[in-house]
């Protein structure tokens, strides 16, 4: 069994920075893809970043520039650095892995843009 175990989020104003963890742990095996998606109450979750394992990465348009996905591999742990915040990021954010051929997710984490 794999959990993820996210955390760093909160409420920030308007062009403030949050740094979201997400631990997993459990019976992994080797870990081909980590990354982020949101969600907002009433609307589709939607994809915010991949880390994949040679740390190539990719961004939804709307964060590139913005935010940033990382990971420590001896940790099985991935980051999401979010610079600039707008009102518009704010979603539960949900941490997800690719291993074995599955996806496992995060309980999410609410982030709040809000002056």
């Known amino acids: 069994q794999v959990q993820l175990v996210e955390s760093g989020g909160g409420l920030v104003q308007p062009g403030g920075s949050l740094r979201l963890s997400c631990a997993a742990s459990?019976?992994?095996?080797?870990?081909?893809?980590m990354g982020w998606s949101r969600q907002v109450p009433g609307k589709q979750r939607e994809f915010v970043a991949t880390?994949?394992?040679?740390?190539?990465?990719n961004y939804a348009d709307s964060v590139k520039g913005r935010f940033t996905i990382s990971r420590d591999n001896a940790k099985n742990t991935v980051y999401l650095q979010m610079n600039s915040l707008k009102p518009e990021d704010t979603a539960v954010y949900y941490c997800?892995?690719?291993?074995?051929?599955?996806?496992?997710w995060g309980q999410g984490t609410q982030v709040t843009v809000s002056s």
């Open positions: 880390i994949f394992g040679a740390g190539s990465t």
């Open positions: 459990g019976t992994i095996s080797s870990i081909s893809a």
């Open positions: 997800f892995i690719v291993s074995g051929g599955s996806r496992y």
